[in-house]
T-cell receptor, first 115, second 112 residues
Framework: DTGVSQDPRHKITKRGQNVTFRCDPISEHNRLYWYRQTLGQGPEFLTYFQNEAQLEKSRLLSDRFSAERPKGSFSTLEIQRTEQGDSAMYLC?????????????FGPGTRLTVL | DAKTTQPPSMDCAEGRAANLPCNHSTISGNEYVYWYRQIHSQGPQYIIHGLKNNETNEMASLIITEDRKSSTLILPHATLRDTAVYYCIVRFSTDSWGKLQFGAGTQVVVTP
């Protein structure tokens, strides 16, 4: 399967701990997006990269959150000093830009539970 | 930015066509309509998108009204595996297309 992959699929942590998630996009996709989804809601945009450059960050991305895409391939999303409100599904998507809008393909998500 | 309105839920009988409506009355001329679906506990799955012409692929058909203020996603022969939340999204052209803005979507339940 050459789709978007995310690791880990599930993470349980205690409040105050740091967590890091990884996303591997579809090969040769130059854009990579992060979204967050809480129970019963649609996904909410967090940030996206085009190659290595982080082009947009949502106000949802507090200073406890940091995302990187160092070589324009995989990306990591780190949450420092986790809070119970950070419990959510974290989704990654990738796309290839061209003429017109890109089509984003999503991974299976990482479900975070903060105790 | 154009917003969408979808019914919160719909039931559909297995084997029948499912017609999912979406209103986007403030859509601009260069904004696309995208449809995704999300099966429980999975990531969203791309279905189809269009600008003004009707579109069809192996999953579904997208019918956009002439004034582009509404659209309908058609699943021609619904199966139990089509039970999911379906999101209609208007994609605006600022910020180089960028993020998807999901609403609450329509919960579709396909029954035997």
């Amino acid at each position: 399967d050459t789709g978007v992959s995310q690791d880990p699929r599930h993470k349980i942590t205690k409040r105050g701990q740091n967590v890091t998630f990884r996303c591997d996009p579809i090969s040769e996709h130059n854009r990579l997006y992060w979204y967050r989804q809480t129970l019963g809601q649609g996904p909410e945009f967090l940030t996206y990269f085009q190659n290595e450059a982080q082009l947009e960050k949502s106000r949802l991305l507090s200073d406890r959150f940091s995302a990187e895409r160092p070589k324009g391939s995989f990306s990591t999303l780190e949450i420092q000093r986790t809070e119970q409100g950070d419990s959510a599904m974290y989704l990654c998507a990738s796309s290839l830009t061209g003429q017109g809008p890109d089509t984003q393909y999503f991974g299976p998500g990482t479900r975070l539970t903060v105790l | 930015d154009a917003k969408t309105t979808q019914p919160p839920s719909m039931d559909c009988a297995e084997g029948r066509a499912a017609n999912l409506p979406c209103n986007h009355s403030t859509i601009s001329g260069n904004e696309y309509v995208y449809w995704y679906r999300q099966i429980h506990s999975q990531g969203p799955q791309y279905i189809i998108h269009g600008l003004k012409n009707n579109e069809t692929n192996e999953m579904a058909s997208l019918i956009i009204t002439e004034d582009r203020k509404s659209s309908t996603l058609i699943l021609p022969h619904a199966t139990l595996r089509d039970t999911a939340v379906y999101y209609c999204i208007v994609r605006f052209s600022t910020d180089s297309w960028g993020k998807l803005q999901f609403g609450a979507g329509t919960q579709v339940v396909v029954t035997p």
